[in-house]
T-cell receptor
Framework: QQQVKQSPQSLIVQKGGISIINCAYENTAFDYFPWYQQFPGKGPALLIAIRPDVSEKKEGRFTISFNKSAKQFSLHIMDSQPGDSATYFCAASIGSSNTGKLIFGQGTTLQVKP | DADVTQTPRNRITKTGKRIMLECSQTKGHDRMYWYRQDPGLGLRLIYYSFDVKDINKGEISDGYSVSRQAQAKFSLSLESAIPNQTALYFC?????????????FGPGTRLTVL
């Protein structure tokens, strides 16, 4: 049972374009939604995260949009660069559970063409 | 120096063999996690530990066991490896709830079971 569904599985974008990755969740108890970035041969690393008390969070070229009623959140990468080519994972957790357990989406492989 | 290290980085073994993957961290975090990554399935939690005496099963613990030898060391064992345990394995640490929810991942171990 996949509690966090991520799409698309792969994405090709031209340099300078906008990359958009979407995630949907089922459990309304989730209250923390991070995105992790993974380069080949490396472990995932936190990119940006949001909590449901805001609808959008921006850090540089990376923005999370959050729609609580639709139970969806997305990552937007503006002015995509070849260096952004990586695998991106959305995730969700229940902070109040105190476990820190993350439920990950399936991952999206992004390729930014020069 | 890497904060979270994993050994070995690559391992090829045969069906039925016992194998241990090791994780060490210098971040001083109490919480440690083991995940496996499979294409199209994302990262799935195998086991997690809040401290040396507190170990918990994740969503896919069957066929695996763990040992928390010290705050800094968390090992994952496959008692009798089978081919469908071929995957990329990651260890992660977290300072939650003392600190942020962020999980810090090691570089991974690529395991192939023939």
């Amino acid at each position: 049972q996949q509690q966090v569904k991520q799409s698309p599985q792969s994405l090709i974008v031209q340099k300078g374009g906008i990359s958009i990755i979407n995630c949907a969740y089922e459990n309304t108890a989730f209250d923390y939604f991070p995105w992790y970035q993974q380069f080949p041969g490396k472990g995932p690393a936190l990119l940006i995260a949001i909590r449901p008390d805001v609808s959008e969070k921006k850090e540089g070229r990376f923005t999370i949009s959050f729609n609580k009623s639709a139970k969806q959140f997305s990552l937007h990468i503006m002015d995509s660069q070849p260096g952004d080519s990586a695998t991106y994972f959305c995730a969700a957790s229940i902070g109040s559970s105190n476990t820190g357990k993350l439920i990950f989406g399936q991952g999206t492989t992004l390729q930014v063409k020069p | 120096d890497a904060d979270v290290t994993q050994t070995p980085r690559n391992r090829i073994t045969k069906t039925g063999k016992r194998i241990m993957l090791e994780c060490s961290q210098t971040k001083g975090h109490d919480r440690m996690y083991w995940y496996r990554q499979d294409p199209g399935l994302g990262l799935r939690l195998i086991y997690y530990s809040f401290d040396v005496k507190d170990i918990n099963k994740g969503e896919i613990s069957d066929g695996y066991s763990v040992s928390r030898q010290a705050q800094a060391k968390f090992s994952l064992s496959l008692e009798s490896a089978i081919p469908n345990q071929t995957a990329l394995y990651f260890c992660a640490t977290s300072d939650f709830p003392r600190g942020a929810d962020t999980q810090y991942f090691g570089p991974g171990t690529r395991l192939t079971v023939l």
